[in-house]
């Protein structure tokens, strides 16, 4: 068998053991990897080259910051503003919470947006009595389309910004208006997508409105020293182009200081890391190793834009529906990476801005198809998983799905009229 088929099938049926739920994804993911090492498909060494540790690491350093502050208890002073903003009604509540994580994920990023955001929809949704399956999965679509409006709120933002020269700018003006269409038809469609998870308890809607939100803080001191150093740390990511540090660099950084100087255990804080995120992360980006080395997305894009004989809306159109199709079924990061040579390639004697403009809104709505998409999806289910509320992959699809499709929708109509009129 060709490598170019036994790459393809051992990715294959990964896939549909992640997706049959059958066992563990973290295990599957592992598993995949190592059989791509195992088979001679890539050494070890480029399996590891592939594992994105900018993402590993800022993962690790947002949820020790994370775990620390969630001590204070101002994830709990932030849930009751947020439920007395909505006046305690569940879709208010929904739709306050995803334009937070949506505003918050365009000015910092999704990944560290959702660490931040998802303790403070369990404690809502546990005084509430509702399931937060709805709310987590709100808040991984609102993410998602936030971050793309911003060059560092999606990590292929910032791998395209890099490669085609894009700057902050220039990602505002051209992301920013669809991002905000998409969320708003979104946040409409969000009431009809979850109508049966928002009957509430009006004696638990009154309880929670009726607590006093300065109660929730436990540690005030220690909220004092982590809100120094968690603003400091999303400073830095602001300003990390500026201050030529990755983002993984930045947060480690941060979640160090903290613990030094609220003299946390080492031991202690490192129980609450979702190690098996980060270890599903690894075994991702080993097996996508496999399928980018043997050369399958490459073909499968080559290929495809091959039909459109050069024409430029062709192409853009083409590119902004495959990168949707291929970033739900492989995770956002490493797709952009592959196809960022294939895109510089078919610039030539193009416009090229509207070429990178697709694969940007390709790949980051995109990401919102599956659980694993993205980071910040794999992020909260696994978050809903560990307090006892499993996403499965066919229930996320139901809603992921829907929003990828409109959302691609409205990019089409948008790069149509804005750039090929």
């Not at 004092?224 to 500026?242: P, Q, Y």
């Not at 190690?275 to 996508?288: A, D, E, K, N």
Request: proline letters at 4%; charged letters at 10%; a negative charge.
């Amino acid at each position: 068998m060709s490598p170019l088929l036994l790459g393809s099938a051992i990715f294959v049926l990964t896939y549909v053991l992640i997706a049959s739920e059958k066992i563990d994804k973290m295990i599957a993911a592992l598993a995949g990897g190592l059989v791509m090492i195992l088979v001679g498909i890539v050494s070890q060494e480029e399996a590891f080259e592939h594992i994105d540790f900018n993402v590993i690491f800022l993962l690790a350093g947002m949820m020790i910051l994370a775990g620390i502050i969630r001590k204070t208890g101002v994830f709990g002073w932030l849930a009751i503003r947020a439920a007395r903003l909505a006046g305690g009604e569940p879709y208010r509540i929904l739709v306050v919470l995803c334009v937070i994580t949506a505003v918050a994920s365009a000015l910092l990023d999704n990944v560290t947006t959702v660490v931040l955001v998802g303790p403070i929809t369990l404690f809502l949704a546990a005084r509430l009595g509702l399931s937060p399956v709805p709310f987590l999965i709100g808040e991984i679509l609102a993410s998602n389309i936030g971050g793309a409006a911003t060059l560092i709120g999606d990590p292929p933002n910032i791998l395209i910004g890099s490669a085609a020269n894009l700057d902050f700018v220039a990602f505002l003006s051209n992301m920013l208006p669809v991002s905000v269409i998409c969320l708003v038809l979104f946040l409409i469609a969000a009431r009809w997508m979850f109508s049966g998870y928002f009957a509430v308890d009006p004696k638990l809607r009154d309880a929670l409105l009726d607590l006093d939100e300065r109660e929730m803080i436990t540690h005030p001191e220690l909220l004092r020293k982590s809100l120094i150093v968690l603003g400091l740390t999303l400073a830095g990511f602001l300003f990390h182009g500026i201050l030529h540090l990755e983002p993984a660099t930045i947060a480690l950084v941060g979640a160090v200081a903290l613990m030094l100087v609220a003299r946390e255990d080492p031991a202690e804080v490192l129980q609450e890391v979702e190690w098996p995120t980060l270890f599903f992360f690894i075994g991702l980006f080993m097996l996508v190793a496999g399928v980018i080395e043997v050369g399958l997305i490459e073909v499968l894009a080559e290929g495809a834009v091959a039909l459109t004989g050069g024409d430029t809306a062709a192409t853009a159109m083409l590119l902004l529906w495959l990168s949707g199709i291929l970033s739900g079924v492989v995770d956002n990061i490493p797709y952009t990476a592959t196809m960022i040579p294939v895109v510089q390639q078919l610039s030539e004697g193009q416009d090229s801005d509207v070429l990178w403009w697709s694969l940007a809104l390709g790949a980051d709505l995109g990401g919102n198809a599956t659980i694993i998409g993205a980071s910040a999806n794999v992020i909260l289910v696994n978050l809903a998983a560990r307090e006892g509320h499993p996403i499965g992959f066919w229930q996320f699809l139901r809603y992921g799905l829907l929003v990828t499709v409109g959302s691609l929708l409205v990019s089409t109509v948008y790069i149509w009229l804005r750039y090929l009129q």
